[in-house]
């Protein structure tokens, strides 16, 4: 009950952040337009409480699940913004039902009118809100890189895993060496290490290692940076360890490699193959490059081994997995070393591009088929990672979460689709080329049918969501 909670509170504050920003940026640009705004409505439903300046009704209403701008004029054509999940579905019916029936004859003479301005006027109006969603996420991670920037706490520079065929393999780096010292800088963090490579990228650095009491110096080419990629040592092949714990499995997926291994929640994997890992990271790396090949885990059971399970990896998306998430620690040590501002400027700007990147491939490999929209997530799935974020130790999450969300909201935003803001914008272009509006009753006939589209989707996605929830997990065969 204590996480379901949890998840709700997180979501509402979250999903309420997102749609003032998103929908602030649609009213700020309509009233530097010229256009009259109504309603500034943060939720649905029963008015609870605002306040009305000029024309415009400042309001709270009862549903804390959205939020929307109402606009003087507005017409099936011209919904603009909308909030994760179903509260899309609910401003869309609440917009569709304030309309007159027949608003473009009444208000044609009426300069405040949305209708009234030039379609590029509208079309930034349109565009504004995803805009406004991308700010918010740089300005978060802004925030997060030059005021906190949370890194592991750890003294020693063990390697937990290289990478083979990698660039630190090459080099001759091995698990278990510990890094002495890495260019110019003796004995150095990890922090200090993973500083001291970016500004080295596409070139050769020295680098010192023990390794079975013995000191060997070696000669490390480090890759150059990827386009809009943040880099880390794991683009070198390099895992620094900065747990002791082996890794935790908090759920297993139904229908996986591991599921049917028999892997269960709780259990502790203790190696792979031989190879002890404390972190994902280096285990995925691992199973990359086995390329689908079958690795034997050692598991811990109640804090007894049990027989090692065999699994074959499968591939989802463009990685082999075995279908676990891990359980997080608690006790991850950490420590606040915040950037300079230039860098903190890099590290935001790479961290937007990298997540918008990845946006972008995901629907790319629904629309090929290559991605199950099943992978999607909506207000439930939302909810439970805002509830797992709240709870977890430290900012990082939490302001990963949310920056994250506010890119996927403007993202999905600008999608072509009626409704969305890119629907709008995809519209007033096709009037540009047309040279005349399109007629009210087939504006209306499109977003009926995709209100109907929409609707059919959520109720999709929300039972998807459902069905992942670990009560209904654990009923399937």
């Known amino acids: 009950m204590h996480e379901v909670l949890v998840s709700i509170v997180a979501f509402i504050v979250l999903v309420g952040l997102m749609v003032i920003v998103h929908e602030f940026g649609h009213f700020a640009v309509a009233k530097l337009c010229g256009v009259r705004v109504e309603a500034f409505s943060v939720g649905f439903g029963p008015r609870l409480f605002g306040v009305k300046i000029g024309d415009t009704d400042y309001k709270v209403c009862l549903l804390p699940l959205g939020g929307f701008v109402k606009m003087t004029g507005e017409t099936p054509d011209t919904i603009s913004g909308s909030t994760p999940g179903t509260p899309v579905v609910a401003q869309m019916a609440e917009r569709l039902a304030a309309h007159d029936s027949d608003p473009a004859t009444q208000l044609a003479d009426d300069p405040g009118a949305f209708t009234s301005h030039p379609r590029w006027q509208r079309m930034l109006i349109g565009v504004a809100g995803p805009i406004s969603n991308f700010i918010l996420a740089f300005v978060l991670m802004l925030v997060y890189f030059q005021f906190i920037n949370e890194v592991p706490a750890v003294n020693s520079t063990v390697l937990e895993w290289v990478t083979d065929g990698s660039p630190a393999a090459t080099a001759g780096l091995q698990p278990g060496d510990t890094v002495l ?15 001291a490579a970016k500004r080295s990228l596409d070139q050769t650095v020295p680098i010192t290692v023990q390794r079975a009491g013995n000191t060997l110096s070696l000669a490390l080419h480090l890759p150059s940076k990827t386009s809009g990629k943040r880099f880390n040592l ?10 002791q714990t082996p890794i935790a499995v908090d759920e297993v997926s139904p229908n ?18 031989g190879h002890a890992f404390h972190t994902l990271e280096p285990m995925v790396a691992y199973l990359q490059t086995g390329q689908g090949k079958p690795v034997t885990l050692s598991v811990r059971r109640n804090g007894a081994l049990i027989p090692p399970m065999t699994v074959r990896p499968v591939l989802q998306d463009t990685d082999w997995r075995l279908g676990f998430s891990r359980a997080f620690p608690d006790d991850i040590p950490t420590r606040q070393e915040p950037l300079p501002f230039a860098d903190a400027v890099v590290e935001s700007k790479d961290f937007c591009v990298d ?5 972008v491939e995901v629907l790319g490999r629904i629309l090929t088929r290559k991605v199950a929209v099943s992978q999607l997530s909506g207000p439930v799935g939302i909810a439970r990672m805002a509830g797992q974020a709240a709870e977890m130790n430290g900012w990082s999450p939490k302001f990963g979460l949310a920056s994250a969300i506010s890119l996927n909201l403007g993202i999905l935003n600008l999608l072509p689709f009626p409704i969305l803001d890119g629907g709008l914008i995809l519209l007033l272009l096709i009037e540009s080329v047309l040279r005349h509006d399109i007629g009210i009753m087939v504006k209306e006939r499109i977003y009926q049918a995709a209100f109907v589209l929409l609707m059919v989707f959520f109720a999709f996605i929300i039972f998807n969501d459902v069905t992942k929830l670990p009560f209904f997990a654990h009923l399937k065969p």
């Open 355 to 359: 997540n918008s990147t990845l946006i």
């Open 256 to 273: 996986t490699p591991a599921a049917q291994a028999g892997l269960q929640s709780g259990d502790e994997i203790v190696a792979v193959d």
């Open 234 to 243: 794991s683009q070198a092949g390099i895992f620094i360890q900065y747990l």
């Open 181 to 195: 010292r890495f260019g110019d800088v003796a004995n150095p963090s990890m922090v200090q290490i993973e500083t």
